[in-house]
């Protein structure tokens, strides 16, 4: 079982920043791609940023490339999501999730949420204009 725990949302203004964490227990938690993914009022959860467990593979949502930077502890099992330049379109819960494998190739695992057993509480995020 692997348990994720966010941490680290906000209010900000457009243009701003916050950093969100996500402390991650449980076995063989640090072998397992994790994402950062989030979902607004009203809209499906989508994928914004995945990486590899040793942190050598990072994929973006094209609304955050150049924004928003994944990162991991690999020590302290934490994984981080740096959130720049912030939008009010970025408003949303931001959930923390781990894959079901230790592989993750490419794009596709922004959208295959079904295969994330393993979901956090979530952070709220608000931007504001």
């Known amino acids: 079982q692997v348990q994720p725990v966010e941490s680290g949302g906000g209010s900000v203004q457009t243009g701003g920043s916050l950093k969100l964490s996500c402390a991650v227990s449980?076995?063989?938690?640090?072998?397992?791609?994790m994402g950062w993914f989030r979902q607004a009022p009203g809209k499906e959860r989508e994928g914004v940023a995945v990486i590899s467990p040793g942190a050598g593979s990072k994929y973006y949502a094209d609304s955050v490339k150049g924004r928003f930077t994944i990162s991991r502890d690999i020590d302290r099992d934490i994984v981080y999501l740096q959130m720049y330049s912030l939008k009010p379109e970025d408003t949303a819960m931001y959930y923390c999730a781990a894959y079901r494998w230790s592989y993750c190739g490419g794009d596709y695992t922004l959208t295959r949420l079904g295969d994330y057993p393993y979901w956090g509480q979530g952070t709220q995020v608000t931007v504001s204009s």
């Open positions: 449980g076995s063989s938690s640090g072998t397992k791609c």
